[in-house]
């Protein structure tokens, strides 16, 4: 089974700033990742699929970097509604897709 | 608009079963695969089931295969997770989402069916 960590565990950042959240897999995806927003209460939403590319009606301010084993996300310009827990999950082994433990963005 | 509308959580003892409906609407269900995504309380996001466009294939967790069943009824627009011999570790959230047309991540989710297992 592919281990995918995320980094930091919390990150607290002002509204305006930058959140910079990593996830490195244990062995390589290519561009076989997506991150996810959990907002509290609500079920998942896909923000960036394909390591890079953005959902329909995410916006701008959301981008996703990395392949192989390193990947980021990437939000610039930080809103109060952007708190929330993101995950990052691998589809590049099949059966067998797997999610990060979570990031808990909250925004000071 | 697209929805997937989850039904069928429940309490239920050890040992019982239960069978989860999602109900979709706004897309043409035969086109999409369908996943299986659970939650423990207070934990992370656990993928525990596939199924192809037109049935198959379809592919389970090691932890619940032999136990869950997913099905998908085209005639009733909806997809199925049959769960059998459930156990405590089995209590979550249980989400359906839809599998992008051009990768195979899950592009749009249900707001979940919660099942409890206990005595």
């Known amino acids: 089974e592919i281990m995918l960590t995320q980094s930091p565990a919390t990150l607290s950042v002002s509204p305006g700033e930058r959140a910079t959240l990593s996830c490195t897999a244990s062995q390589s995806l290519k561009s076989n990742l997506a991150w996810y927003q959990q907002r509290p209460g609500q079920a998942p939403r896909l923000l960036i699929f394909?390591?890079?590319t953005r959902a329909t009606g995410v916006p701008v301010r959301f981008s996703g970097s990395g392949s192989g084993t390193e990947f980021t996300l990437t939000i610039s310009s930080l809103q109060s509604e952007d708190s929330a827990i993101y995950y990052c999950q691998q589809y590049n082994i099949w059966p067998g897709i797997t999610f990060g433990q979570g990031t808990r963005l909250e925004i000071k | 608009e697209v929805q997937l509308v989850e039904s069928g959580g429940d309490l239920v003892q050890p040992g019982g079963s239960l069978r989860l409906s999602c109900a979709v609407s706004?897309?043409?269900?035969?086109?999409?695969?369908m996943y299986w995504v659970r939650q423990a309380p207070g934990k992370g996001l656990e993928w525990i089931s596939y199924?192809?466009?037109?049935?198959?294939?379809?592919f389970y967790k090691d932890s619940v295969k032999g136990r869950f069943t997913i099905s998908r009824d085209v005639a009733k627009n909806s997809l199925f997770l049959q769960m059998n011999s459930l156990r405590a570790e089995d209590t979550a959230v249980y989400y359906c989402?839809?599998?992008?047309?051009?990768?195979?991540?899950?592009?749009?989710w249900g707001q979940g069916a919660t099942v409890t297992v206990s005595s």
């Open positions: 394909g390591a890079s």
């Open positions: 706004g897309f043409t269900f035969t086109d999409y695969a």
């Open positions: 989402a839809r599998k992008g047309l051009n990768h195979d991540a899950m592009d749009v």
């Open positions: 199924i192809g466009s037109r049935g198959s294939p379809i």
